[in-house]
């Protein structure tokens, strides 16, 4: 790997959705860490899925319920939905890229397959593994006619796991694709559209695309030099820790993603933890008469770990300091 890339059993289970990797560990408990932030991010389903989490973390329970798209699943009311939560210390989600979206009747469909771990008040952890559904509709809703741009949550099948293993959480999605993906994927929208775009290039052996998802080209090193670094590079997974900060400075609009990363490498297994930092331009540029409404590649942080076991431990921090 280039070192330059530096439907729902009971209330409690419908928030704990589940995390299958490309193959098997224990099961670890997430790492300690501060209480977050509040994070209120809907435009992509991985950032909807993300704020769901977070809204639990932080006991606002009101506004997790609020994210279904009508009623939460089984029809739970609000009260059976928090009380649902009452033994939940403590919970951590990753999503596994790339997703599969589609379009049907007016509507934008969404399928995830997450990995969610849970610390218990009663003691111990848990790990559910799964597929998310989340819905966003494509034309105006009332008066006046305004497309709604967030995503919400429509259904999710969630299942006790014995470890983190995405292959379960990726049964449980009745679609699903891999990297290369089926039909290409080149959009820059937003930041997880980007990481996706990018990882999907590297993977398709598209070296030339994935150089220039950097403004500039890769930072420190020449096309020729980027694409050496990815020989013999194949069988690439992705998996994102649900913890983001997207925030402005100087004109532009920056967001943090943490990853885990597996690859082989001439065959050899390998795994990576680090985060991405996407940047857009909120001001225009040069002769241009508006803003790019891309996203583009600012800095990476990549290393090697270990384990799977590590690697969940460190991506929740790994885009902190």
Same mark, same amino acid.
């Given at each position: 790997?280039?070192?330059?890339?530096?439907?729902?059993?009971?209330?409690?289970?419908?928030?704990?959705?589940?995390?299958?990797?490309?193959?098997?560990?224990?099961?670890?408990?997430?790492?300690?860490?501060?209480?977050?932030?509040?994070?209120?991010?809907?435009?992509?389903?991985?950032?909807? !899925?993300?704020? *769901? =989490?977070? %809204?639990? /973390?932080?006991? #606002? @329970?009101?506004?997790? &319920?609020? $994210? +279904?798209?009508?009623?939460?699943?089984?029809?739970?009311?609000?009260?059976?939905?928090?009380?649902?939560?009452?033994?939940?210390?403590?919970?951590?989600?990753?999503?596994?890229?790339?997703?599969?979206?589609?379009?049907?009747?007016?509507?934008?469909?969404?399928?995830?397959?997450?990995?969610?771990?849970?610390?218990?008040?009663?003691?111990?952890?848990?790990?559910?593994?799964?597929?998310?559904?989340?819905?966003?509709?494509?034309?105006?809703?009332?008066?006046?006619?305004?497309?709604?741009?967030?995503?919400?949550?429509?259904?999710?099948?969630?299942?006790?796991?014995?470890?983190?293993?995405?292959?379960?959480?990726?049964?449980?999605?009745?679609?699903?694709?891999?990297?290369?993906?089926?039909?290409?994927?080149?959009?820059?929208?937003?930041?997880?559209?980007? !990481?996706?775009? *990018? =990882?999907? %290039?590297? /993977?398709?052996? #598209? @070296?030339?695309?994935? &150089?220039? $998802? +950097?403004?500039?080209?890769?930072?420190?090193?020449?096309?020729?030099?980027?694409?050496?670094?990815?020989?013999?590079?194949?069988?690439?997974?992705?998996?994102?820790?649900?913890?983001?900060?997207?925030?402005?400075?100087?004109?532009?609009?920056?967001?943090?993603?943490?990853?885990?990363?597996?690859?082989?490498?001439?065959?050899?297994?390998?795994?990576?933890?680090?985060?991405?930092?996407?940047?857009?331009?909120?001001?225009?540029?040069?002769?241009?008469?508006?803003?790019?409404?891309?996203?583009?590649?600012?800095?990476?942080?990549?290393?090697?770990?270990?384990?799977?076991?590590?690697?969940?431990?460190?991506?929740?921090?790994?885009?902190?300091?």
């Amino acid at each position: 790997m280039n070192t330059a890339i530096n439907r729902v059993m009971r209330p409690f289970v419908i928030g704990l959705v589940a995390l299958a990797l490309l193959f098997g560990s224990s099961a670890p408990s997430p790492a300690a860490a501060q209480a977050p932030g509040a994070f209120d991010v809907r435009d992509h389903p991985i950032y909807l !899925i993300a704020s *769901y =989490y977070n %809204a639990i /973390a932080l006991q #606002d @329970y009101g506004r997790a &319920y609020s $994210y +279904w798209n009508g009623n939460a699943p089984g029809g739970i009311t609000y009260q059976q939905f928090v009380q649902g939560f009452a033994d939940v210390q403590a919970v951590r989600a990753l999503a596994r890229l790339p997703v599969v979206m589609s379009a049907a009747a007016g509507t934008a469909h969404a399928e995830v397959p997450v990995v969610v771990l849970t610390t218990l008040k009663s003691g111990g952890s848990q790990i559910f593994a799964g597929c998310f559904h989340a819905v966003k509709t494509n034309v105006p809703v009332g008066d006046p006619g305004v497309v709604d741009p967030n995503w919400y949550l429509n259904s999710a099948v969630l299942n006790p796991a014995t470890s983190v293993d995405f292959l379960q959480a990726t049964s449980a999605c009745s679609q699903a694709d891999v990297f290369p993906t089926s039909t290409g994927v080149h959009d820059q929208q937003s930041p997880l559209d980007l !990481i996706t775009s *990018y =990882y999907d %290039a590297i /993977a398709a052996t #598209d @070296y030339y695309r994935a &150089y220039h $998802y +950097w403004p500039n080209g890769a930072p420190g090193q020449t096309l020729d030099q980027f694409a050496q670094g990815f020989a013999g590079t194949a069988n690439i997974g992705v998996v994102v820790g649900l913890s983001f900060h997207i925030g402005a400075a100087a004109g532009s609009t920056y967001a943090n993603t943490p990853l885990l990363i597996t690859a082989t490498s001439w065959g050899q297994s390998q795994l990576f933890v680090g985060c991405i930092v996407a940047r857009k331009s909120n001001v225009p540029v040069g002769n241009s008469p508006a803003p790019d409404p891309n996203w583009y590649l600012y800095s990476a942080n990549i290393n090697p770990v270990s384990t799977l076991d590590a690697g969940v431990q460190q991506v929740w921090n790994a885009c902190s300091g």
